[in-house]
């Protein structure tokens, strides 16, 4: 039996990098926000170092028997039923195990179709707005959640203000990866991180432990939005976080006006909640599935689909990676025994990030990122028993993983490029699997460019070169993966842009067909960039909010009784 129904100002649905900011500000200018994440809400004395727990379970996303994505990649003519799509489900969303690296987009991100004038195969769109636009945000966005970084040293990147903290304390064999880039005509810089170097909002400095990725930090000094955001938006009175609570339905009026949502709260029982705004972020794959699921007799293809375009355009990442093995005393008797077991290299490079001579069909690249391997000792058992293809186990793996923590020092390097928007790469709604509410689960579709596999083989073979130049010389040094693709970082399935006739949201991320619906995940990408998203998605959800705080100040969302 459904309650009464209640009303506020503002329904957010998911409360991650594209949802917080938008509570915030909404919040802070006087809207009364609820809300709605489907996980449950994490403290502090939640967040451990074990690794079969966090990481190997249940605790950052579903069980794929109670809350299924199905995939099918290239030519495989069925899908299947997986876990792969989740970016996380908790209050604070992905920000909460996320790495914290922080990079922002390139003046050619927004530019792409016109700058390459196009290629076969590929979807191209520029963005409706420019760098200019969003840049006052991303450095908003680093003011308010913390990130820790130095300015000036990025000759690729635009920024006017530096970084609100200094950066983190590198390992020492970050120099190792300075002097070899630098003989190769490279350029490296530190990384930013949404981490704090030092006290900061109230929040203490980090502790070096290690565990960033893959774990929440019970430190508190990860600047994820559950650490950073949603505390002062809880703290203004005016915002409310319901946890465990799944959003089944937008709704709207007969003129294509949004009245609010329908969802299942942590009972499974179904509430009604009226708004005169519905901020969407619950990923971009989630997002498009919820538009869909939302369809009616006035919208029979899915809310705001009338073009067919919503899950349309999905982009990921590809990825790469590549590994150098070092001798840990030799390391030390060139550097110093002095801080050796610091946790973070603190390395990047965006020398190919636009690059004419790179020598593909393609000149944007993307970024290499250079670190430390993960200290988890379940996950470096693993990869060492992949790297024999599994012929190593017993008391080979046992010292094999002794040497590993004692003797030697793991650098790698991740490589983030363009993941080209295809046709082939979507989501809709797959016609069998349903979750534990009986809704149907997203099916995800990805086909990659072949242009985008070569850019980025070309990447990695760029990274292993850093790596093999380094002194002292590494005992080994091996590409991991060529082209791969991580489901973690996806886009584009609501495209913004100002022909509503080829996207779903406008320049403001308002759905051409739905008022006041906006959409503020990464759904709203026309391309994917050759970084994580995490800082974009931030920056423009604060953009967007500052426009609907806008339209309720100038009085063309009322607030008061819906």
Known sequence: MARERESVDVVVIGSGAGGAPAALTLA???????????????????????????????????????????????????????????????????????????????????????????????????????????????????????????????????????????????????????????????TPFPTARAVLSRSYGGRPPCNYCGFCGEYGCENGSKSSVLASLLPPAEASGRCEIRAGCMASRIEVDGQDRVQGVVYLDAQGVERRVQARVVVLAASAIESARLLLLSADGRHPHGLANGTGLVGKHLTLSTFGKGTAILDRAQVAARLGADHMDLPFLQRSLQDDYWNPRLGAALPKGGTHNFLLHHPNPINAGVRMAMDAKWTLWGQPLKEALRRYFHDELWIEFEVFGEFLPVPGSFVDLDPRAKDRWGLPAARISVAHHPVADDV????????????????????????????????????????????????????????????????TDASFMPTSGGCPATPTILANSFRVASKIAERFRRGEIARGQV
């Not at 080994?476 to 006739?501: E, I, S």
């Open 456 to 519: 980025n083989r070309l990447m990695v073979r760029r990274g292993l070169d850093v790596l093999e130049a380094m002194q002292p010389r590494p005992v080994k040094v091996y590409p991991w993966a060529w082209a791969n693709t991580t489901y973690h970082l996806q886009h584009g399935t609501c495209r913004f842009g100002d022909d509503p006739g080829r996207s779903v949201l406008d320049r403001d991320c308002q759905a051409h067909e739905v008022r006041n619906l906006y959409v």
């Open 28 to 186: 802070e200018a006087g809207a009364r926000v609820l809300i709605l994440e489907k996980g449950p809400y994490y403290s502090l004395g939640d967040f451990t170092h074990d690794e079969v727990s966090i990481c190997r379970r249940d605790f950052w996303v579903p069980w794929e028997h109670l809350d299924p994505h199905t995939i099918r990649k290239g030519a495989e003519p069925e899908a299947r039923v997986t876990r792969e799509g989740w970016v996380s489900q908790c209050v604070g969303g992905g920000t909460v195990h996320m790495s914290g690296f922080f990079y922002r987009l390139h003046a050619e991100d927004f530019r792409l179709a016109t700058l390459t004038g196009g290629l076969d195969g590929a979807e191209l769109a520029d963005w409706p707005i420019d760098l200019a636009e969003l840049e006052p945000f991303y450095d908003l966005a680093e003011v308010r959640v913390g990130v820790s970084g130095q300015a000036g040293l990025n000759p690729f990147e635009v920024r006017k203000r530096p970084f609100p903290l200094p950066p983190l304390h590198p390992h020492p064999a970050a120099a190792l990866v300075d002097e070899a880039a630098r003989g190769l005509g490279l």
